[in-house]
């Protein structure tokens, strides 16, 4: 399994910006895909954003336009960089790889956007 650390989340108001960083640490193979999920307090964890090795990219439809995914596989790192940020973006932010079919989870990282 590989240890994934994030980092990047805070407070900001809406209308902001947030740039979240996900890197991949421990002897690594290979990874695949590379994803962020979210969790808002009550609801179930759902898909943000998700990008291919081949660097193909899939965003939900709530933040297509104003979230951006990328990968630095030199650094084994994913970034999600989110624009124009709503009060309903506000959750528990997890990175996710597969990495030879296996899926392993950071810790999250908690993204809260005032009004």
């Known amino acids: 399994q590989v240890r994934l650390v994030e980092s990047g989340g805070g407070l900001v108001q809406a209308g902001g910006s947030l740039r979240l960083s996900c890197a991949a640490l421990?002897?690594?193979?290979?990874?695949?895909?590379m994803g962020w999920y979210r969790q808002a307090p009550g609801k179930q964890r759902e898909l943000v954003a998700v990008?291919?090795?081949?660097?193909?990219?899939q965003y939900a439809d709530s933040v297509k336009g104003r979230f951006t995914i990328s990968r630095d596989n030199a650094k084994l790192t994913v970034y999600l960089q989110m624009n124009s940020l709503k009060p309903e973006d506000t959750a528990v932010y997890y990175c996710?790889?597969?990495?030879?079919?296996?899926?392993?989870w950071g810790q999250g990282t908690q993204v809260t956007v005032s009004s």
């Open positions: 421990g002897i690594i193979l290979r990874i695949d895909a």
């Open positions: 996710n790889a597969d990495s030879l079919g296996v899926a392993s």
């Open positions: 990008i291919s090795s081949g660097d193909s990219t």
